[in-house]
Nanobody
């Protein structure tokens, strides 16, 4: 099992920045892929970005590309989501996720492919 504990988030004005953290524990070596998703009421979870513990450039959704940055600290077993130039449309509950499998292409953005989830954290961007 892998446990994911999130921290960060909150309320920020448009144009501001926030950083989310996702700390992994348990059998983290089994988790190959890490990702961030976000969800607004009544909608499915949308892909934000994904990375791998073993390295490589992260992938991002077009809606956040150039504004959000995913990074990892493997020693701390923690993934981060740095969110800059926030806009009201970024308001959502953000979730981190981990997958045991290696994910190819578009499967990285499919929430059903992820095995473990953080508890979620609210991000609110005011206009």
């Amino acid at each position: 099992q892998v446990q994911l504990i999130q921290s960060g988030g909150g309320l920020v004005q448009a144009g501001g920045s926030l950083r989310l953290s996702c700390a992994a524990s348990g059998r983290t070596l089994r988790a190959e892929f890490l990702a961030w998703f976000r969800q607004t009421p009544g909608k499915e979870r949308d892909f934000v970005g994904a990375t791998r513990w073993s390295g490589g450039d992260p992938d991002y959704a077009d809606s956040v590309k150039g504004r959000f940055t995913i990074s990892r600290d493997n020693a701390r077993k923690t993934m981060y989501l740095q969110m800059d130039s926030l806009i009201p449309e970024d308001t959502a509950v953000y979730y981190c996720a981990a997958a045991d499998s290696y994910l190819f292409g578009t499967t990285k953005s499919m929430y059903s492919r992820y095995d473990y989830w953080g508890q979620g954290t609210q991000v609110t961007v005011s206009s």
